[in-house]
T-cell receptor, first 113, second 111 residues
């Protein structure tokens, strides 16, 4: 079972360039999330989508945008990368219901120079 | 707003030692509480959860009890193994269904 697939696994990017991190799930989960993981700060929510066609801002949305054209895909775009966006990015999804459990991808490590 | 504070690491233990990772929270309403684990090179996965006060979550020998009176959800395991080496995250789900995570605690178990 694939679950959540993220791409690329790792990327080095020059400051000022744009980048899209891809996230695809095959579990038909309605809600999807993007987190960044930084040492000492844990995971912080960037953007989320409760269902296809809707998105919302999380705790640290500045410099990032998302779209949710369909249930399966939830790409995260950095329009003009800056070094402070160097991080590990995790995509997650949540099934319907009340459990609150999130399913995570394996992460995308991004380095902005 | 909702927040989670967990014990800072790193924590290094010998095999068969007792592990405790402290977690306290601040929240409005009636949050659900979780422990997630991240093994090296992988994403996070749910370890255990508790959805109401006095509930005990358990899995793989780990336990945590939802204590409303002390706003805590400490993680414990009586006898750790090398395979338990990972980063552990305490998390809270508020009424908006979004998860707030603690900073994570790195645990290394030595043979």
């Amino acid at each position: 079972t694939a679950g959540i697939t993220q791409a690329p696994t790792s990327q080095i990017l020059a400051a000022g360039r744009s980048m899209t991190l891809r996230c695809t799930q095959d579990m038909r989960h309605n809600a999807m999330y993007w987190y960044r993981q930084d040492l000492g700060l844990g995971l912080r929510l960037i953007h989320y989508s409760n269902t296809a066609g809707t998105t919302g801002k999380g705790e640290v949305p500045d410099g990032y945008s998302v779209s949710r054209a369909n249930t399966d895909d939830f790409p995260l775009t950095l329009a003009s990368a800056v070094p402070s966006q160097t991080s590990v990015y995790f995509c997650a999804s949540r099934p319907q219901g009340n459990t609150g459990e999130l399913f995570f991808g394996e992460g995308s490590r991004l380095t902005v120079l | 707003g909702n927040s989670v504070t967990q014990m800072e690491g790193p924590v290094t233990l010998s095999e068969e030692a007792f592990l405790t990772i402290n977690c306290t929270y601040t929240a409005t309403g009636y949050p659900s509480l979780f422990w997630y684990v991240q093994y090296p090179g992988e994403g996070l996965q749910l370890l255990l959860k508790a959805t109401k006060a006095d509930d005990k979550g358990s899995n793989k020998g780990f336990e945590a009890t939802y204590r409303k009176e002390t706003t805590s959800f400490h993680l414990e395991k009586g006898s750790v193994q090398v395979s338990d080496s990972a980063v552990y995250f305490c998390a809270l789900r508020g009424d908006d269904y979004k998860l707030s995570f603690g900073a994570g605690t790195t645990v290394t178990v030595r043979a």
